[in-house]
């Protein structure tokens, strides 16, 4: 533990931002050309979404852009990082590209540039176009050549003002949730399907970045995995094997191949036949060497061998309102891990971190969101203690900018620093943005 104040335990070159992705608080759902998105249609779904919403409105932020920069600026964040939603800029995925779609990033990436704020873009934050998924989506390896040619079309227009540019986002999520457990689009549910849509995105990755470059690339090039420090529930030895196969799906199905150029042995044994199709140089092609990690830490993950759920709050353990332990501890050791594991490990951003909590109401202008300042601080001081301990850390960025479209929990769940009502779309800035701003102004002093 350093006895120095926080702020003071991070280099002056050190990268903090706010995060958001475009379906969650874009909404202009059907505007300026847009293609229709798998999550458009997954919103449909009857029982898909807790509140039956959908990301028609969601924040309007397409049409409060100069509002929202504003804001984003007020925070004294020196980066930004948004995703570009690929039915705006293809409607269909495939074929003509509409020449106002990436108009829109263009006004965001120069009016970022002009407040002095970098501007980090995601390519895929699961908004597939749905004219791809009816070919197949991401189980079809044609995808992988259409994501190619979307990035590169992306870097052609926006690449020379992009600070960062990553592939995907948490392609685990896209994978697990949307294709084998199916609570998430497209909502499928088979494990080899899966297996197969994780393979294509890593694929997809590692040729996006050999083309990003060919063409010049300008931009830090990476991907984001979501990722959990797994824990066995008890000492015994099955929990422990448990624990250490769930570390095997969820980190290492991703990691190993990135840094390592193979899938773990284990994970491979567990799917069987259902293992991906690998087509001979699949996986030198994802084995890129990336510019930067982007890690998305939420909490812990605690395994028990009879799969039963840890209940962190029937533990009497603090949780956040999506009921995720809160685990600060976890980010060091999950930071300090990778770099045990990985040899190549690039500087390491934490490209999402925070916290749902209830906290909907606005009191004389005020949201006095004690327990997000608890988590942003605590978790700010676990990435500080894994920069000690000699993690590459680059950067640290806030989910969310503000309250948002939370997926399969429409808008009951609020991860902002700055809370939206939706019923005005006003904007108001919570107790944790304060404590933020001051964080990084005491920094920049
Ligand atoms: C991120 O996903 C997304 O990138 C972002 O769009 C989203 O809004 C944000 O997080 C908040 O959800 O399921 O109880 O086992 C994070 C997805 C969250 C999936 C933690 C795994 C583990 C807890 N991950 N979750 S649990």
């Not at 197949?136 to 259409?146: A, I, L, S």
């Not at 900018?401 to 609020?414: H, I, P, Q, T, V």
Request: overall charge negative; charged content about 20%.
């Amino acid at each position: 533990m350093s006895s120095l104040p926080l702020h003071r335990q991070f280099p002056s070159n050190f990268v903090w931002g706010v995060a958001t992705s475009s379906f969650q608080i874009e909404g202009a759902a059907h505007e300026d050309g847009k293609g229709e998105s798998i999550w458009d249609r997954f919103c449909q779904q009857p029982g898909a979404i807790a509140d039956a919403s959908n990301g028609d409105v969601a924040c309007d932020h397409f049409h409060r852009l100069e509002e929202d920069l504003d804001l984003i600026a007020s925070l004294g964040v020196n980066a930004y990082r948004f995703s570009i939603a690929w039915p705006r800029v293809q409607p269909l995925g495939y074929g003509e590209f509409n020449p106002k779609g990436l108009d829109f990033y263009e006004r965001l990436v120069d009016g970022l540039k002009a407040r002095g704020i970098q501007a980090w873009a995601t390519l895929n934050h699961w908004d597939l176009p749905q004219g791809l998924q009816d070919r197949g989506g991401w189980n079809d390896r044609d995808t992988v050549h259409r994501f190619v040619d979307y990035a590169r079309h992306v870097q052609a227009r926006l690449g020379d003002r992009l600070d960062g540019i990553t592939t995907h986002n948490e392609p685990w999520v896209v994978a697990t949730l949307g294709h084998d457990q199916g609570i998430f689009a497209p909502g499928i549910k088979s494990r080899r399907i899966a297996a197969q849509v994780s393979h294509h995105l890593l694929l997809s990755h590692g040729l996006a970045l050999q083309a990003l470059r060919a063409d010049g690339a300008k931009s830090q090039l990476g991907i984001v995995l979501n990722l959990a420090s797994c824990v066995p529930a008890t000492a015994m030895p099955a929990d422990i094997a448990a624990a250490k196969l769930a570390d095997s799906r969820g980190r290492r199905w991703y990691a190993d191949p990135l840094f390592k150029g193979a899938y773990p042995e284990d994970v491979l044994a567990e799917l069987g036949a259902d293992a991906p199709v690998v087509q001979p140089g699949d996986m030198a092609h994802i084995a890129q060497p990336m510019d930067y990690l982007g890690v998305n830490y939420y909490t812990r993950s605690v395994v028990s061998a009879s799969g039963e759920e840890w209940n962190a709050k029937g533990r009497g353990l603090p949780v956040s309102d999506m009921d995720w332990e809160i685990y600060p501890q976890g980010l060091t050791d999950l930071l300090v891990l990778l770099k045990q594991d990985y040899a190549q490990l690039p500087p390491v951003y934490v490209t999402e971190n925070g916290g749902a909590f209830k906290d909907d109401a606005v009191v004389l202008g005020r949201v006095q969101d004690d327990d997000r300042t608890d988590y942003l601080r605590t978790h700010i001081a676990a990435v500080a203690s894994a920069l000690q301990q000699g993690v590459p850390m680059a950067g640290y960025m806030v989910w969310s900018l503000m309250d948002n479209f939370e997926w399969a929990s429409g808008y009951l769940k609020r991860f902002g620093i700055v809370h939206v009502d939706y019923g005005t779309q006003s904007r108001t800035p919570k107790a944790s943005a304060e404590w933020y701003r001051n964080f990084l102004e005491a920094w920049r002093a």
